[in-house]
């Protein structure tokens, strides 16, 4: 009977950590880099930028509908951070067997739509966003220079009208970071679409 209850617990725990997702990151904790594929058809990682004071990390994708809303905020985020120093790096985390729309060739399409000014990344077999702990479109992670995880969540507190955000919290947080502070806060809620995991 020992024998059987131990067994059972085995394949309990195995099968629990089987389906469980990695916890992720918080903040203090340092970011993978990563070598994923973009739009354009070369590979990105952050080590491709020497000079960066840090990086924005968000996770999102073509198809979901809180995504689209924050489109034009993120390329206006690229554009201005850029020009800071602060890179820019969309992931696309959605498998395209369990979700079409968010193909790479769709991807390659919405870019050249919307006029994309930053790496649109694909990743590639979902091996990235688990370690990072992204769990809706968009996610966004803020790192420093050294990958040390700042910020985690939103971009701002009204998904549905970007004219009437009150609490922008990620570019507070790069605020922060450039006075030589920690964000505050350090993490909020991302709203959005669940990540499309394969079956």
Do not use: W
Request: charged share 30%.
């Amino acid at each position: 009977m020992k024998i059987l209850y131990s067994l059972l617990f085995f394949v309990t725990t195995f099968l629990v950590s089987a389906v469980t997702p990695a916890k992720g990151y918080a903040p203090g904790d340092k970011a993978t880099d990563f070598k994923l594929k973009s739009v354009d058809g070369k590979m990105y990682s952050m080590a491709d930028y020497k000079d960066a004071k840090g990086f924005i990390v968000v996770f999102t994708c073509n198809h979901c509908p809180f995504a689209k809303k924050y489109e034009n905020r993120i390329n206006d985020l690229a554009k201005k951070y850029k020009t800071k120093g602060y890179i820019l790096l969309a992931i696309n985390p959605n498998d395209p067997t369990e979700q079409p729309e968010d193909s790479f060739d769709l991807m390659k399409v919405r870019a050249k739509e919307k006029g994309f000014v930053f790496p649109y990344l694909f990743d590639d077999g979902q091996k990235i966003y688990p370690q990072y702990g992204a769990t809706k479109t968009p996610h966004v992670f803020l790192l420093d220079k050294n990958k040390i995880v700042k910020y985690i969540g939103a971009i701002d507190d009204n998904v549905d009208d970007a004219n009437a955000v009150k609490e922008k919290y990620l570019e507070n947080a790069i605020a922060a970071l450039e006075s030589g502070k920690s964000p505050s806060p350090e993490t909020t809620k991302a709203i959005g679409c669940s990540i499309k995991m394969k079956r």
